[in-house]
Every structure is written in structure tokens, then in C-alpha cells.
DNA sequence: CCGGGACTGGTTTTT
DNA sequence: CCAGTCCCGG
């Protein structure tokens, strides 16, 4: 019985061979699916009415799960046909909205699980949906196979039609480092000079193309010559070279599906029937490719429901177009649009001053944020000010430290930066102070160094064919195999176009190499070949253990007697563990190309320091926004290279900022930043003009002279911020002068028993109005004098030639010239 | 093969 | 200023 749409009764028999069973699971039948206390709709008969069984279905009993919800989240949940864009603000409830559409999507018997493509950013965002929508539907989540990324739906398309984009099914999916590498070897057969075309450069270039969509043949005229010429060129050999390693960066898993769609039309109706509903999560941060991906499958059936803010789109930078999100109702005919303005997270100050900064842009959609919970202990939001950022950084730890004795949580405290150099002055605070903080987005596991290495003698066994990975551990631990043995393997390979390792066996079977070379390169080799007959027997993670083992690998680490080379070994170990959950070494490879999931350690308390953008989508009671001067926010690069639009992206940044205060939200500027080394006097950001007073206290004093609770200046505008010279106002009031004549006294203290920070403190221009320069260290003569003899205990006897500050030049007698800190010589 | 010295570039980041 | 990379010498 097929319905007027033409599905047939069973989509799975629609597909090619094993396409459908691997999705069989126990939950995939809309029946079995009900929430508990919902009387579902009758098992589905593919098409029809959904509406109507939804409207009937609330009008027999309202299901558990729609309580508690607003009338627009309740319309966006109940709307499942056509196209539909919510709006949804910062804290408006988003993600409850897409996971109970989902549930009510199951619930009412409109599609099965294996029939609703969720797309996310990040697969933190695609957890936590699964997480919550297996809160509704209990354990049958496993049946939502087409939740996930973008990039992790891709690989699965993929998988099964790698032939029709010239790949093979086991392709292999590089990250940046092994595409750099790549790169470089192109740019290297080019002849080019690295120095002036940089491989990271053309990598960004090939993102841009790829983010687009667009194919070596498809890149502009302009693009094509960029790159000493030769841009079109390289990137087909690139991709060219990609075909031959059976591999993919991540770009490609995009392209290579849209190419995969558009060539074979009758793969791209078989998903077309198959997504009856598509939702997308984060729609502002979609680039063209994924626009374009989205349209081809939503031309069959346009029950696509996108969701996102165009006030928190922030990555431009790296190929998002808000104009997806600002185009939606034209690109998707007769679309629905839904606001989300009801925010529960915030007080009605922080939203207040949220929605006047965000105001000043242009070219948005149009939200206010509203909030009807009133709090009448809440405070505006704070605006204060530092000499540096290690002022900054001091002011901010005595206020977390004085929010922790008052019963505050750490874990519930934020500070929220525009770059990452800035993180540094609050760890180095917080360390000398004791307090526990976490930075987020710091290195990931999967991006160290051992944990690569160890990967690429996996991918070695499993891929015999990545190359990359060959290069990469071929002489790791050191086996004596240099590059000339290296540059023969290459050669043969390149002339064959063969794999390296099947070059390498080639070669051994020859006199061309010497014996010493050839015995180790036979050695490596009769250990994958050995690899990769254990693979079909023995357990995966006993095997990765035996390879690292038989290589020499855990060897190496073990002698290596260097204070990271214990922390390795663990994460070896860690690694091995990580594995056990996964049931092959081949399963467990593609899991981790695309997961590439960070440490988390939410177990203890601790402030969590981090940028503005891997900020977006948390929240905390308390958020710390330091460095608002020009220059550093908005940030310079982004007026430069994009003017306007970069100074409103940067002003949604700020949005985003302020936005992920529940309770408390406190802006910092200092006069004084050090950038590349050079002190520069700062203007404060213009985005602190573009607060409302009403909603923003500025705050004269900091840390233990104020805190939240007594503000003392109160009765300055926001217009005080305008002046070129923030010195004038507040910085000349009696309480300003008190405050720091205490701190200076303190300070004096303080270096007395910090090396560290005397040693960062002795460059600054502390010159402007006498009094506030009284830091010790800085205007402390030098206990020596040009010309003076003195013993270093490395570089024996010399005279100084200059002297700056605590660090003097000194010409040795026998070393040279050096530069060394004066604690270190001695007079003679 | 390691390490010191020269040189370079320094916003944001996911997959 | 500082961290990461590259190149060359011992």
C-alpha cells in the first residue's frame, strides 16, 4: 500500500543489498517507542495525517512530554511538516525543543528512528541529544542511526558508495596533521618555497574550497592562479594524491557526498525517501557545503526542521554563512518560522544588556530576548577595570576566591576570553593563589604525540595502504632508517604509483639498499605482515598491545628518560583502554578520526578558563569577561580582513559572552596589554559603550577593595568609556588613588617573595601619573652598572655591556655574548 | 641524532 | 616576548 507520496509500505527493501539490515534493532518499530504514560498513535502507516494523529493524540491526553513547555517551543515540536526554522535564542530551550520533537516525531508514529536524520556541529552536541532522547524513549536510541554530525552521517554514506567518488570502503580519514604533511610533500614535487607558500596556507585555501563545495574544476579563475599560480593544480593533485592514499580529509567527506548525490540520482531518492524528518541543530553555523548537502536530500521530502540563532553565529571565519540562516524562508518554500524568545536562563539585567549590545547590528532576524522570572537580588552586569592583564587576573581570582567563601561552586564560574594568549596570566595566577581551574579546549588526547604514533602503526595494519601513517612510524623508535633508504622506498613507490610499504617489500627483495637498511626495513615489514595475520585472530586491544610492544615502541618511552615519558606511557595505556569499547581495531580507528573527543575531568571543582567560542551553548552563574579593549575585542584582525561583518561577528561574540551568564556577568578592560612583547596602552572596547546604563554598574574599585555587593563609584555613564583616555575619569577619583596606594604597598609584598612575577613585571612603561607607578621591581635601580666585571657560574667571568631592567647583556670572556638575569652573576 | 641558535609569526576551531 | 620550526654543526 503506498501512500500518495509514493513511499512504498517498506522502505528498508528499497535498498541495496545490506543497506537496510544493519539497522535492524529491536526498537525499530514505531510502536514499541511510547514514553510511558502515552498512548501511542497506531503503528505507522507510512505517510498521512501526521498532523492530525498528533492533534489526536493531544486531544486524547497531552503526552508526557510536551509539559512544561511554552506555546512556541510546543508549536515548534508539533509542527512536522514542511519546512520550519526556529529561532531559537541563547537559553531559550533549544535542545528540548529538537530531542522532544524527536520523541513526539516517534511517539506519534510518524517515522521510525531509522528514518530521522539529526545533524549536529560537534558530537558533544550529538551525545547529549542522544542522552536526552533516550530519556523519552528509553534504550531504543541505538535505532537513531542518522544522529550525529555531519561529518559521521557522511562517513556512513560514504562507506557504502566509496566506489562511485573513486575511493575505496576502508578509506582512511586524515586529520590536519597527516593533510599537512601531505600538502607539504605536493608543494615540496612543485617546486615551491615553503617559506613563502606555506602548506598551512594552501590547507586553508583547500577548507575554503571544500566548505564551498566546490572541486578543483569548479574553484574560480582567480583561486585557480592563486598560490604562485598554481592553486587549481595543486589542489587536484592534492585530491589526486588523497584517490591514490584511499583517503579523505574532512572536507571531503562533504564534497565527495554531494558529488555522490549529484552524479547518481537514484542513490540520492533512495535517502530522499528514506529522511522523512531532518533536523539540524546550530543551522547559523552551516557553510555552503552543508547547505547544499541538505538541499539535495530535502528536495524529496522537505520536512526539514532547522534550528539556530543568527545572533550566536560565530564561525565565519571558518566558512559559515549566516546567510543560510537569514535565506531559509526563501530557499525552503512556504517555510515556518518560530521564535524562541522566552529565555530561562538568565536575569532580566543580563538579558537586558545582551539585547541592547546585539542591537547594533545590522542585518539580523530580529529577537528579543524576554524573561518573566524576577530576581529580586539580581545584580546588573558589572563593568571594572585593571592596569594589566595580570592585575586582571589577580582582581578576578580574589573576587572567585571571596564568591567560594560565600558558598559559590567553582564549577559554576566561567571566564570567557576573546584569544587564547590571555588564558595564560589567569593560570599563572591561579597557581600561585591555589585555585583550581580547568582550561577547556586545550590539547586533545588524540592530537599527542604518542597517541599518533601508536594510531599510525594501527592504521598501518589495518590500512596497508597509508602511506602517511608508514612515513610517520617507518623509523619510530629509530631502526637506522634514514632518508636515503626512505628517499628509494619513495621513488619506487611514486614510478609504480604503488603504496610505500608495498614499495618497501618490493625493495627488500633487491641488492639496491644496503644490508643494514634492508634488514630493518624487512624487520618492520615481517612485523605488519605478522600484525595483520593476528588481526583476524586475536582480540584487537591484545593486539594493539602486542604491536606497540614487538615494535619497540613501549621501548622507547620506557628508556626515554625525559619527565613527559611516564605521562606517555600511561596514555598509552589509556588509549588501549579507550579501545576495549569498541569491537575492531578498524571500528575503533574511524571512531576516533572523527571523534576526536577531549579529556574531561568533571570530577572535582574548578573554574573553567576558555575562549568565547568553545563557550557557546553553556552556561555558568557566574561569568568573568576579561580584555574588552580594542584591538583584542573586537579583535583587530577581524576589522582588517573583514570590516564591518567581522566587527559584527565579533559583537555576536560578545552576545554569545554575556549570554552565558545565569546570574552574574562582570566585563574587565586593562590600560595596559602586552602584545608581541610590547606593552601597549589600550582604549576600551566599543562594545562597552553599546551597553544600556540602566542594566551596567560600573565598578570603581576591584578584588578585595570591592566585590560584588559594594559598588563604589555608581553614577557614571556608560559614555565615560568614550574618552581616549580612561585615566581621566575613574582612574582619578579619591577611592581609585586609596585603592592603589594599598595595592602598591601590597604589591611590594607580594614580589618580594615571587620571583615569577618580578621577572614578568620588569618591562612595563610605568610612567604615566607617578603614583600609580610605585611597583617595586619596575623602578628598583640595577645593583650594577655598565662596565662592571662579573662571574656567572656557566659562563665564567665577563662585563657587562648593557643593562635593562634585571636582565644584562654580558660579554664573556670565554662564552661571548649573552643575555642573563642578574640574580644569576655575581660581582667580582 | 641531538641540541643550540636563527628565524618566524602570533584570533577564534570542528570534524 | 615566546613558542614552534628549521637548519646546521659536532
Known amino acids: 500500500m503506498a501512500d500518495p507520496n509514493g513511499y ?24 514499541g517507542l511510547a514514553p510511558s504514560g502515552f498512548q501511542p498513535a497506531p503503528a505507522a502507516t507510512a505517510g498521512g495525517g501526521i498532523a492530525a494523529r498528533a492533534m489526536a493524540a493531544r486531544r486524547s491526553q497531552a503526552p508526557d512530554y510536551l509539559e512544561g513547555l511554552n506555546p512556541e517551543q510546543r508549536d515548534a515540536v508539533m509542527t512536522l511538516e514542511g519546512p520550519l526554522l526556529v529561532l531559537a535564542g541563547a537559553g531559550t530551550g533549544k535542545t528540548r525543543v529538537l530531542t522532544t520533537r524527536i520523541a513526539h516525531i516517534l511517539a506519534t508514529g510518524s517515522a521510525r528512528p531509522s528514518e530521522i536524520l539529526a545533524v549536529t556541529f560537534t558530537n558533544k552536541a550529538a551525545r547529549e541529544m542522544k542522552d536526552r532522547i533516550a530519556g523519552f524513549i528509553g534504550g531504543h536510541v541505538e535505532g537513531m542511526a542518522w544522529l550525529g554530525t555531519f561529518h559521521s552521517i557522511c562517513v556512513k554514506i560514504l562507506r557504502r558508495h566509496a566506489e562511485l567518488v573513486g575511493l575505496k570502503s576502508g578509506f582512511s580519514i586524515l586529520d590536519t596533521d597527516d593533510q599537512l604533511r601531505l600538502i607539504k610533500q605536493i608543494i615540496q614535487a612543485e617546486g615551491l618555497d615553503e617559506k613563502r607558500w606555506t602548506p598551512r596556507a594552501f590547507a586553508g585555501m583547500v577548507d575554503g574550497w571544500k566548505n564551498r563545495a566546490q572541486t578543483p574544476n569548479e574553484i574560480s579563475h582567480g583561486e585557480a592562479a592563486a598560490f604562485a599560480g598554481i592553486g587549481r593544480k595543486l589542489y587536484a593533485e592534492y585530491q589526486d594524491r588523497l584517490s591514490i592514499l584511499n583517503a579523505c580529509d574532512f572536507g571531503d567527506l562533504l564534497l565527495h557526498v554531494i558529488t555522490l548525490f549529484k552524479n547518481n540520482p537514484d542513490i540520492l531518492a533512495d535517502y530522499q525517501r528514506r529522511f522523512r524528518f531532518m533536523m539540524v541543530d546550530e543551522y547559523q553555523d552551516t557553510n555552503v557545503a552543508q547547505y547544499l548537502w541538505l538541499r539535495l536530500l530535502a528536495q524529496g521530502n522537505a520536512n526539514v526542521c532547522c534550528v539556530g540563532d543568527d545572533d550566536q553565529s560565530i564561525y565565519g571565519w571558518r566558512g559559515a554563512e549566516v546567510d543560510n540562516i537569514l535565506r531559509f524562508e526563501h530557499d525552503f518554500r512556504g517555510a515556518k518560522v518560530i521564535r524562541l524568545e522566552r529565555n530561562y536562563r538568565s536575569t532580566s539585567h543580563i538579558l537586558a544588556a545582551a539585547s541592547h549590545l546585539i542591537s547594533h547590528n545590522e542585518g539580523r532576524l530580529g529577537k528579543t530576548l524576554f524573561t518573566d522570572i524576577s530576581d529580586p537580588d539580581e545584580v546588573p552586569v558589572a563593568v571594572a577595570s585593571a592596569w594589566d592583564s595580570e592585575e586582571e587576573a589577580r582582581a578576578i581570582g580574589e573576587e572567585i576566591e571571596t564568591l567560594q567563601t560565600q558558598g559559590h561552586r567553582l564549577n559554576d564560574i566561567a571566564i570567557l576570553v576573546r584569544a587564547s594568549f590571555q588564558m595564560r596570566s589567569f593560570e599563572d595566577r591561579f597557581v600561585s593563589m591555589g585555585l583550581n581551574y580547568r582550561v577547556i579546549g586545550g590539547p586533545r588526547f588524540y592530537e599527542r604525540l604518542e597517541i599518533r604514533d601508536a594510531l599510525a602503526y594501527f592504521r598501518c595494519v589495518v590500512q596497508p595502504a597509508d602511506d602517511l601513517a608508514f612515513e610517520r612510524i ?11 633508504t626512505l628517499k628509494l622506498v619513495h621513488e619506487l613507490a611514486r614510478a609504480n604509483r604503488i603504496p610505500l610499504m608495498e614499495a618497501a617489500f618490493q625493495l627488500c627483495q633487491t641488492e639496491e639498499i644496503k644490508p643494514k637498511a634492508r634488514t630493518a626495513l624487512k624487520g618492520v615489514l615481517d612485523n605488519f605482515a605478522r600484525w595483520r595475520r593476528e588481526l583476524e585472530t586475536a582480540k584487537h586491544t591484545e593486539l594493539a598491545e602486542i604491536i606497540l610492544d614487538e615494535s619497540g615502541y613501549t621501548e622507547m618511552w620506557r628508556t626515554d628518560r625525559s619527565a613527559e615519558a611516564p605521562g606517555r606511557l600511561d596514555n598509552l595505556k589509556e588509549l588501549i583502554r579507550s579501545m576495549e569499547e569498541f569491537e575492531s581495531m578498524a571500528g575503533f580507528l574511524e571512531h576516533i578520526s572523527l571523534v576526536m573527543d577531549r579529556d574531561s575531568e568533571e570530577g572535582l ?50 552576545y554569545v559572552g554575556v549570554t552565558r551568564a545565569k546570574k552574574r556577568a562582570k566585563i574587565w578592560f586593562t590600560s595596559n596589554r602586552r ?13 562597552l559603550d553599546e551597553l ?7 565598578v570603581e574599585s576591584s578584588s578585595n577593595y570591592g566585590g560584588y555587593g559594594s559598588y563604589g563609584g555608581g553614577g557614571y ?28 604597598a601590597q604589591d611590594t609584598v607580594l614580589e618580594r617573595g615571587s620571583f615569577k612575577s618580578s621577572r614578568q613585571r620588569k618591562a612595563g612603561p610605568m610612567t604615566i601619573e607617578g603614583e600609580l607607578v610605585a611597583k617595586s621591581v619596575a623602578s628598583t635601580p640595577s645593583p650594577y652598572s655598565l662596565g662592571e666585571r662579573v662571574f656567572h657560574i656557566k659562563f665564567g667571568y665577563g662585563a657587562i655591556s648593557a643593562i635593562e631592567g634585571n636582565k644584562l647583556t654580558i660579554e664573556f670572556e670565554k662564552a661571548g655574548q649573552k643575555k642573563v638575569l642578574d640574580s644569576f652573576v655575581e660581582k667580582h
Not at 522502505?11 to 510502536?31: L, Q, Y
Not at 617507518?474 to 636515503?484: C, E, F, M, S, W
Not at 602584545?675 to 562594545?687: A, K, L
Not at 544600556?692 to 560600573?698: D, R
Open 692 to 698: 544600556p546604563e540602566a542594566h551596567v554598574e560600573i
Open 8 to 31: 512504498p509500505d517498506d522502505i528498508e527493501d528499497t535498498f541495496p543489498d545490506g543497506f537496510g539490515g544493519d539497522d535492524g534493532f529491536p526498537g525499530d518499530r514505531p510502536s
Open 717 to 744: 555613564g556608560a559614555s565615560r568609556f568614550d574618552g581616549r583616555d580612561p585615566f581621566q575619569s575613574s582612574y582619578s577619583t579619591p577611592g581609585w588613588q586609596r585603592a592603589q596606594k594599598a595595592r602598591a
Open 605 to 654: 571543582d574548578a573554574v573553567s578558563i576558555m575562549t568565547l567560542h568553545s563557550a557557546k551553548g553553556l552556561e555558568f552563574d557566574t561569568v568573568f569577561l576579561p580584555g574588552w579593549e580594542e584591538g583584542l575585542f573586537p579583535h583587530q584582525r577581524a576589522l582588517d580582513e573583514s570590516g564591518k561583518a567581522g566587527l559584527e561577528e565579533e559583537r555576536r561574540l560578545a
Open 474 to 484: 617507518v623509523n619510530t623508535p629509530k631502526r637506522g632508517l634514514g632518508d636515503a
Open 675 to 687: 602584545i608581541h612583547g610590547q606593552w601597549q596602552s589600550s582604549i576600551p572596547s566599543r562594545f
